[in-house]
């Protein structure tokens, strides 16, 4: 049994993954700078968390992100 569903994806797209990768990366970064007291990493971290926000938000507008329940982005 299969029915339509108005879901719009969230989370299953190219800029969606890419995004918390990057983010993902960043975190763990600055989680150990932080630790070892590293400052300059741990703001480099945090620079770094905002590109991967900034690149699924680019990636999201090139039409690499989910579709919205009426089919446009």
Do not use: Q
């Amino acid at each position: 049994m299969s029915f339509e569903s108005a879901d719009p994806g969230h989370g299953h797209s190219t800029a969606a993954w890419t995004a918390v990768t990057i983010m993902l990366i960043a975190f763990s970064i600055g989680t150990v700078a932080f630790f070892f007291e590293v400052v300059w990493l741990v703001w480099a971290s945090a620079a770094l968390l905002l590109a991967g926000l900034v690149a699924g938000w680019i990636m999201a507008k090139a039409g690499y992100g989910a579709a919205s329940v009426d089919g446009s982005h």
